[in-house]
C-alpha cells in the first residue's frame, strides 16, 4: 500500500518540503507521496484525526501548529518536550511520536564550519520557537556557554530558567558582541531591508566570529551583509533547512539521506541564489 507523508501548517503554498522529500522518496524508489495539507486553525482538530484515520506514516509540522499539535501525540522525544514543540511526527506501531529536529539540524550545520567547545561564547538573538529548539540541541549536545538576547527581556529569562546559561537585554548583547564567538539571529528581523531595525548592530563585532541567521531566502540576509563587512564568517539558514528536514526523512524511512541532491533542489527552487 502506497505510504502517505505530509506538512501541515497556515500558510503552506511557500513550503520547500513537498520538493525536496518527493525527491527523495522518488531517488530510493519508495511507493510513498509527500504533500501539503493547509489547515486552517479552526478545523485542527479534526484535520488531525482525519490524518490518523488514514493512517498517515509521518508528517512535517510548521508555523502556527508545532504546539497545537502536542495534545494529540502520544509520546516526545527528548529534544521536543525540552523545548515544547514538534516539528516532526512519526507514526510507529499504531503510536504517534512527536521530534523537534530544528535543533540539532542547525547544529549540524554549523558545525559544518567548525566543531563548537566548551571556550565558545554563542549569542542567540530572539526567544521563539526556532530559537528554543536551537538553545536546548546546544545545551544538550555541546559545552559551550549560551547567552540569550531578546526584545522582550522576560521571555529570554523564561528561556534560560533553571540551566546554568543567562539571559540579557539587547542592548546589553550590543555592547557585549566582542565576547561571543558566535551569534545567531533567529528573529524575523534578519527580513528586514533597513539595518536600522536589526535586533543589535555588529559593527564591534570580532573579525572571525561565526555568524549565523536561520533564515535561507533571500541567501544573504541585511543582518548577514553588515556582519561579513565587518569581518565575520556567515552562514545563512539553508543547511539548518536541509539538515532538518533529511533528520526527519531517516525517522519515517531508516534511509540516510541525500543531503547534497536536497540542497541542489532548494536552491534550484530559489533560482540559484
Known amino acids: 500500500m502506497k505510504e502517505l507523508y505530509c506538512v501541515i501548517g497556515n500558510p503552506i503554498a511557500h513550503s520547500l518540503s513537498p520538493v525536496m522529500h518527493t525527491a527523495l522518496l522518488e531517488q530510493n524508489h519508495l511507493n510513498a507521496s509527500y504533500v501539503p495539507f493547509l489547515i486552517e486553525k479552526q478545523n485542527f482538530k479534526p484535520a488531525i484525526e482525519g490524518m490518523k484515520a488514514l493512517g498517515v506514516s509521518g508528517f512535517n509540522v510548521t508555523s502556527p501548529f508545532k504546539e497545537v499539535v502536542l495534545p494529540f501525540l502520544d509520546a516526545l522525544d527528548s529534544e521536543a518536550k525540552a523545548c515544547g514543540a514538534v516539528n516532526t511526527v512519526v507514526a510507529r506501531n499504531g503510536r504517534w511520536i512527536g521530534y523537534n529536529t530544528d535543533g540539532v539540524g542547525f547544529l549540524q550545520g554549523l558545525e559544518s564550519i567548525r566543531k563548537i567547545t566548551e571556550t565558545d561564547q554563542i549569542l542567540i538573538l530572539g526567544a521563539g520557537g526556532a530559537s528554543k529548539a536551537i538553545f536546548h540541541a546546544l545545551m544538550h549536545h555541546t559545552n559551550a556557554k549560551v547567552t540569550v538576547a531578546n526584545r522582550t527581556f522576560e521571555k529570554a529569562v523564561k528561556m534560560v ?21 558566535i551569534v545567531i539571529q533567529t528573529t524575523s528581523s534578519g527580513l528586514t531591508k533597513e539595518n536600522e531595525a536589526l535586533p543589535i548592530r555588529l559593527h564591534d563585532v570580532t573579525a572571525g566570529t561565526i555568524v549565523s541567521d536561520i533564515i535561507y531566502n533571500p541567501a544573504e540576509t541585511p543582518f548577514l551583509k553588515e556582519a561579513k563587512a565587518y569581518g565575520a564568517v556567515t552562514q545563512n539558514g539553508l543547511p539548518m533547512f536541509v539538515n532538518q ?29
Open 161 to 181: 530558567a533553571g540551566t546554568a546559561h543567562r539571559a540579557i537585554s539587547l542592548a546589553e548583547a550590543e555592547s557585549q558582541i566582542t565576547d561571543f564567538t
Open 245 to 273: 528536514a533529511a533528520i526527519a526523512f531517516e525517522l519515517w524511512t531508516g534511509i540516510e539521506a541525500d543531503r547534497d541532491l536536497m540542497r541542489n533542489i532548494v536552491l534550484k527552487q530559489l533560482g540559484g541564489k
